[in-house]
């Protein structure tokens, strides 16, 4: 059995006969992603001119000479006893011949379905007798947009941010939509939807494919977050956000469902306020790593410290001012030191190897001073 392009094959035999089936699909939605062929009976002819047409039976039968149309954005198969014989995703009109072998039109779905076809294709023919039952099916290769996902509990992502050392786990929560694509319908065909009678609709699939690829979202966050993606830029990096899940989906949903991720878009993703608080205060002190930030901080805080002492009624602004000093001397660093520290450290030295004045001089006594006179010997 194989098919055979009419815009080739126009002066075989075959096409010359006047009374053939036309098979086709009409336009399929993002609901539907398989749906089974329509037949248009041709001219009758002998045991259907004297029985009148066409019966249900016949619906069930290629025949030899059929025409099958197939449009774009569509995958047909025809399936005999249960068995995918032929397969085409070539938008057009094919002759269908009982007499020659399998034929493959993949059109652009690629060359996994290759593989899939030499696997499982069947190479019989019946010599121009009908088989019992043949079937025609069409698939949807369109992309299936619109397709909503959220977590429903808080999902663990890991941020990393290197410039400060950072290393922490977050619970998130996720919003957004995505899209897939049938890329191989033959494995669809076997392993999802089978011998439907009309359709199989997105709604009878999305509930599974849901749960699957929120099961994936940890591990995919994971390796976003290695990339040094934090999860807040996460909505400008969906493209790289759908490459992750399918590498992580690619047996499941590509070797088994024969559909693939086409794109996932992130409308949100929060993480809970707790997380948020103590990112904000690790980043926070991280900052004051630096000398000179931290001296900074402390003069602002000396000086917030000292306009709370001058309002002071209770006590009294000198008691206040009194408190606010010892508090001070028994802090350790002052800002000067700090300031010190961040000049050092910036000049490549550091705290404890301070550079010698200009001003300083050395006496005959070995004595090193900055004034006019020498504090050892006079």
């Keep these: 059995m194989g098919l055979i392009h009419t815009a080739v094959e126009s002066a075989s035999s075959v096409i010359k006969e006047q009374n053939r089936d036309y098979f086709y699909c009409d336009s399929m939605n993002n609901q539907i992603l398989m749906q089974r062929g329509h037949k248009k009976a041709g001219k009758p ?16 039968i290629i025949s030899n000479g059929s025409i099958v149309a197939v449009n774009e954005g569509q995958c047909m198969i025809i399936v005999d006893q249960g068995a995918i014989v032929e397969c085409c995703a070539e938008p057009g009109e094919f002759v269908f011949d009982s007499s020659t072998e399998p034929s493959l039109f993949y059109g652009d779905l690629g060359e996994e379905i290759k593989k899939t076809w030499e696997a499982f294709k069947k190479r019989f023919t019946f010599g121009g007798t009908a088989a019992k039952d043949q079937r025609v099916y069409y698939f949807n290769t369109k992309d299936i947009v619109g397709n ?21 786990d977050i619970s998130v ?4 939509e995505y899209s897939f694509r049938i890329f191989d319908p033959i494995l669809f065909y076997r392993n999802v939807c ?45 493209a790289d956000l759908a490459t ?12 088994h469902y024969g559909i693939r991720i086409q794109e996932i878009g992130v409308s949100s993703i929060k993480a809970s306020e707790e997380d948020e608080n103590m990112l904000k205060e690790l980043q926070k002190n991280a900052v004051f790593k630096d000398p000179t930030m931290a001296a900074a901080h402390l003069v602002n805080a000396q000086a917030s410290a000292m306009q709370s002492a001058a309002s002071n009624q209770n006590s009294g602004s000198y008691m206040a001012f ?3 000093n010892a508090a001070a001397s028994a802090g350790g660093f002052q800002p000067s030191g700090l300031y010190q520290m961040g000049q050092a450290s910036a000049a490549g030295q550091t705290s404890d ?11 005959s006594c070995g004595t090193r001073n900055t004034g006019k006179f020498c504090m050892e010997c006079g």
Excluded at 47 to 59: C, W
Excluded at 158 to 167: A, E, S, Y
Excluded at 173 to 176: D, I
Excluded at 194 to 213: F, H, M, P, R, W
């Design 353 to 363: 190897q301070p550079s010698a004045s200009p001003e300083s001089w050395t006496c």
């Design 194 to 238: 089978g011998n439907v009678t009309e359709c199989y609709k997105t709604e009878q699939l999305a509930g599974q494919l849901k749960t699957e690829l929120l099961t994936c979202l940890q591990p995919a966050f994971s390796k976003l977050s290695e990339m040094g993606l934090r999860y807040s830029v996460l909505p400008g990096h969906a």
């Design 45 to 60: 002819s002998g045991f259907r001119l004297f029985s009148g047409g066409s019966t249900a039976a016949d619906n069930n």
């Design 244 to 255: 992750v899940m399918n590498e992580i989906l690619s047996e499941r949903w590509g070797g």
């Design 148 to 168: 909503k996902y959220g977590t429903p509990n808080p999902v663990p992502f890991r941020v990393v941010d290197k410039n400060i050392g950072l290393d922490v």
């Design 322 to 324: 009194a408190g606010m």
């Design 173 to 176: 929560r996720c919003f957004g």
